[in-house]
């Protein structure tokens, strides 16, 4: 089958290079403060006109390494492609966002002030990870599956 918009099937490999290590700099960066010294680079500053601000950039590169190893991973192609792994893959995408925007609105309930603001930041990360926990949840039993069934002769 082909599919034009899923990377191709070596790209899964490249994104846990990527997300692994992006993954443990943010947690680092988020409970421990840990800043990789070369990422500081200066910003013009908006309240005062060229005044220029040193901000570093750790929870940025980790953050978009992070979605895109989760994007590499999530989208790539398999190995074979057939009309029913694109449609697992479509099941477990409706199914990720049918339980993310379930947590979010269980933590709009619940979470406020700043505990809000960290269960926003996790959100970013949510769709993805459920998305890519339940389609390989759905292609292990479709794998199960494939070789109980038995042969018609």
Not at 91 to 106: D, K, P, R, T
Request: glycine share 4%.
């Amino acid at each position: 089958m082909k599919t034009k918009w899923l990377f191709p099937h070596s790209y899964r490999l490249i994104g846990w290079l990527i997300f692994v290590p992006c993954f443990v700099i943010g947690i680092a960066f988020f409970y421990a403060d840990v800043k990789i010294p070369f990422l500081t680079v200066p910003f013009a500053g908006w309240k005062i006109p060229g005044d220029v601000i040193p901000q570093n950039l750790t929870d940025e590169m980790a953050c978009i390494g992070v979605i895109i190893g989760l994007m590499f991973i999530a989208f790539s192609r398999e190995k074979t492609e057939d009309e029913m792994i694109s449609q697992l893959r479509l099941e477990a995408l409706q199914w990720s966002v049918y339980v993310n925007y379930l947590i979010l609105a269980i933590a709009i309930l619940t979470v406020y002030d700043n505990a809000f603001f960290n269960v926003m930041i996790y959100n970013m990360f949510t769709v993805l990870l459920v998305f890519i926990i339940r389609f390989r949840w759905l292609m292990s039993g479709s794998t199960i599956l494939r070789y109980e069934k038995p042969t018609e002769s």
